[in-house]
């Protein structure tokens, strides 16, 4: 079914495009397969996974990409060293068969060229099995900090979120404290007009003769 999703984008999404991506980049594959498989899971095309990941994601994941590169980097040395060391044992593991002291003559050629494979091969198992050990404590290395990237950015998120509340929260008691200085200025000068009326009106009392008398 073809992806039609015209919808936002939401933080869930740019989680799946951003690990998607990552592990594209690490496993040495093209951002192409990345944003392919992110549109079949998320039901988006390739292109919109593609503009979003160059348009917004990648901003907030540079430290994980570069983390991704130098992985693959490292993975790339590895196998290249892997190539190497297995060239080198098999020269080592022929250059050990001592035929110099006259044990050549117990040897057929096939029994020397078996003996040397099988040195060869038990030593490359051994070569094997230390290089996969240390890939699979490379690979645990950077899912940990992929895993504590991914923790820090969603807390930053949050905190960010917070800030904005406080922020909101703040403006309108603000807004609120503002509002009622005004009210409580207008009071007092209403109080004072009136004080000033008070003062200024005319005073009278009686006298004993009954007749009003304006006082002063």
């Known amino acids: 079914m073809s992806a039609i999703r015209q919808d936002a984008w939401s933080d869930e999404d740019d989680l799946i495009l951003a690990e998607v991506t990552l592990r594209h980049i690490r496993d040495g594959s093209t951002q192409l397969s990345a944003f392919e498989e992110v549109g ?13 990941w160059n348009s917004f994601v990648r901003k907030k994941y540079e430290a994980a990409i570069q983390i991704a590169k130098a992985q693959r ?48 091969l038990r030593q490359w198992r051994n070569t094997y099995q230390d290089m996969n050990r240390h890939f699979k404590s490379l690979e645990k290395e950077l899912h940990d900090k992929e895993e504590e990237l991914l923790r820090l950015r969603r807390e930053n998120d949050k905190l960010n979120k917070q800030v904005n509340e406080v922020e909101t929260d703040y403006r309108v008691v603000n807004d609120d404290y503002k509002a009622l200085i005004q009210i409580m200025d207008r009071a007092r000068k209403m109080a004072f007009l009136v004080e000033e009326e008070e003062e200024t009106r005319s005073r009278f009392k009686m006298d004993a003769n009954g007749n009003l008398e304006r006082i002063e």
């Open 40 to 52: 079949e899971r998320i039901g988006r095309t390739a292109a919109a996974c593609g503009f979003r």
């Open 73 to 120: 980097q490292k993975r790339t040395q590895l196998r290249k060293h892997a190539v190497v060391s297995m060239a080198g044992s098999s020269v080592a593991v022929l250059d050990s068969v001592d035929l110099g002291q006259g044990k050549h003559d117990t040897f057929t050629e096939e029994t020397l060229s078996i003996d040397a494979v099988i040195r060869f």
